[in-house]
């Protein structure tokens, strides 16, 4: 294994703002990734008239304990990709929020590399809310919906 070979990989990481890259030849399968970057949060929180300040971190760390309390399943992206809530930008989409969906029915299509994945629902239940906007770029594990099994 040749280690400039793999230091030029790091280097196209960091360059780039990678997570994640993965080279296959015909002999050799190269992955390098590192840990989530631990970034800021840019954004507005409303004053609340009464009451402490709430950090970001807190806040999504309660609205995930709200979504857990609720019995809610967070639907995850399988791989790197454009998330598409249809199969053609004139088709209906296939969800909608307040929808039931079937365990194994299609709730949206991930694209990665030209080639369109369905993603299946793991459960039967309602879609409570979907995260994602259509066409938007999507990473490995980022949450696209919430279904309440039921």
């Known amino acids: 294994m040749d280690i400039n070979f793999i230091r030029r990989l790091v280097d196209i990481l960091e360059e780039n703002d990678l997570f994640e890259i993965e080279v296959s030849t015909l002999f ?36 995930a304990a709200e979504e857990e309390e609720l019995g809610l399943v967070e639907v995850t992206s399988p791989m790197v990709g454009t998330f598409y809530r249809a199969a053609s ?43 994602i906007s259509n066409a938007e770029p999507v990473e490995y594990g980022q949450a696209l919906m919430t279904i309440k099994p039921g």
């Open 28 to 63: 050799r399968k190269v992955r390098v990734s590192r840990g989530a970057a631990i970034g800021s949060v840019v954004g507005t929180v409303p004053a609340q008239a009464a009451g402490p300040a709430v950090s970001a971190p807190v806040a999504e760390e309660a609205a």
């Open 89 to 131: 930008p004139d088709a209906e989409p296939y969800v909608e929020e307040g929808q039931y969906v079937e365990k194994g029915a299609v709730i949206c299509i991930i694209e990665a590399m030209k080639i369109m994945n369905e993603i299946e629902s793991e459960y039967n239940g309602t879609i409570r809310k979907i995260k």
